[in-house]
């Protein structure tokens, strides 16, 4: 839940667009697998060698890792890679293993211990039970868009593409040692809060921080300077901040969704600047189809962002690579989501990969094969 990324400098067109990363983890015991609440002591120690980079969050089980602005996909990776090294050994140092997963596979009974943060608290008093199971790992990408008019008019266009992100970034099909039957139980857990979600179509950002204050009004939401949609601009940083997708196991697959999301709001940028208002979906048609892309990941069909229909979703990939293709081949990204979408088509989105790991070794295997995932190739050593 955190919404800090750092400063970026300014871009020099649409190839050059800084983007950032925001990753968020879980710590889990070795021995019984379930989540820790270790959060402020791991931060601590990997501060150590990065700094700033890394950071507690909301639960007391989590930890947060983010990177600097970065041009490059190369960039992008080399400094995911560092921080995710920073996070392992910290966590190994205090005998835990760090799991990219978007809901625990296995914790204790009782309500998720949280972090003593003012906000989180504030959080906890508002929402009261609504947030005794709330231990969520998201990933948050920003774009640098530093035109906050021009950003609300560009996620007007994003809006209908968000069912898409749920679906291929699924990865949290588990909670408290059960098959949810969903490939993103955390979209389920997030989509209760009435603040949560898609964001409302906005004729302005006059219009969309109205919205924000009228929703705060009610205390449905927090607080409207910082609304907590899955697109937003960043209340502090001149940055849209996209924020529908489960944590991913992958660092590979994490860049590729990165640059991806680049390339959609260069896209999506550059209609709004020719004066496209976007399509004008109700809030709850992209519900619904947040609701079905939760349900299935990336697995039959999925919502088509122009016509409403359901489409294949192997179609809605060819449909969006072909919406972005300009941008991404002049940032040199195009074979990065084309890859993406190959390993998708091959092994399936984050869940399947965990259903099939729990197949071969119940709960535990999968504990065990996420946190190996979360470090990379170098994750058995140490």
Known sequence: MSDYVPEPVESGGGGTVPIGVEEEFFLVDPDTRLVAAAGPAVAARAARAVGELVTEEFALCQVEGRTPPCRSAAELRGHLQRVRAALV????AEGLGLCASGTPVLQEPG?????????YQAGRAQYRSMMDDFAISALHVHVHLPD??????????????????????????FERGRDTGYASWRSVLRSRFPCLGPPPYAVSLQDHERLAETIAGTEAMLDAGMPFWDLRP?????????????????????????VLLRALVVAAEGLARRGDPGPAWPGEVLRAACWRAARDGWRDEGFDPVTGRSRPVTELAQQITAFTAEALEEAGDLGEVTALFGRLAGRGDGAARQRAWAAGGGSTAVVDRLVLATAGPHGERG
């Open 111 to 119: 309500p998720v211990r949280v972090a003593a943060h003012p906000r």
């Open 234 to 258: 960043n209340p502090r940083h001149p940055t849209l901040e996209i924020r529908a997708m489960d944590v991913l196991q992958d660092l590979d697959d994490t860049v590729a969704v990165a």
């Open 148 to 173: 906050r008019e021009l950003a609300v008019m560009t996620a007007n266009h994003l809006r209908p593409w968000v069912p898409l992100l749920i679906a291929l970034s699924a990865n949290s099909p």
């Open 89 to 92: 050994a910290a966590a190994r």
